[in-house]
């Protein structure tokens, strides 16, 4: 043949549903469903039918579906927190009125990631807000606990240490003095 002749469509077809079917032959060879095929049971996943090999794989509702279970696994986790410890706000010392802190259990100062607690009247305390767990952030203090909603872990409100829940270590103490009606955290 010459590079003038010229190669009827037909034939160019022909090449290419040949190459197909070789193709299929070898990747049901390899996969074993050749049997299922000569058999003819019928159009089944990844066996031939009218010359063309059904579509091996996931259907689209299993892809949406993997998806969206990722998605919300992704979702979950994040809600977790992360590993590394949160970095305080803003630094410093911070003063707030003994008043604010009922007994029994804490005030949160957000900014600073602090808890400042009040165990038994008069006694003050202050611990770190960041969950040794996970590094989530506690959300609240009160009946004699410091609470963590990520995986409720709960602290005492008079030495950090851990009440219940999965965290390994106490919440991190955190220097504080008291002046009168005023508590200051450092």
Do not use: W, Y
Not at 145 to 169: K, M, R
Request: charged fraction near 10%; include cysteine; charge should be negative.
């Amino acid at each position: 043949m010459t590079e003038t002749d010229t190669v009827p469509a037909d034939a160019v077809l022909a090449d290419a549903v040949l190459a197909d079917a070789v193709l299929a032959d070898a990747v049901l060879a390899d996969t074993g469903l050749a049997d299922a095929v000569l058999a003819d049971t019928g159009p089944t996943e990844g066996s031939v039918s009218a010359g063309l090999l059904v579509a091996v794989g996931p259907t689209r509702r299993q892809v949406l579906l993997t998806t969206g279970v990722v998605v919300a696994a992704a979702a979950a986790t994040a809600a977790c927190g992360s590993s590394a410890p949160a970095t305080p706000a803003s630094t410093g010392p911070v003063s707030v009125p003994a008043a604010d802190v009922p007994v029994g259990g804490g005030m949160i100062l957000t900014d600073r990631q602090v808890v400042v607690t009040q165990p038994t009247a008069g006694q003050f305390k202050a611990f770190s807000t960041v969950c040794p767990h996970q590094g989530c952030l506690v959300t609240s203090a009160s009946a004699g606990t410091i609470n963590c909603p990520c995986h409720n872990s709960n602290f005492s409100t008079a030495d950090g240490s851990v009440q219940s829940g999965p965290s390994p270590a106490p919440l991190a103490s955190v220097p504080v003095t008291v002046s009168g009606s005023t508590i200051t955290v450092s």
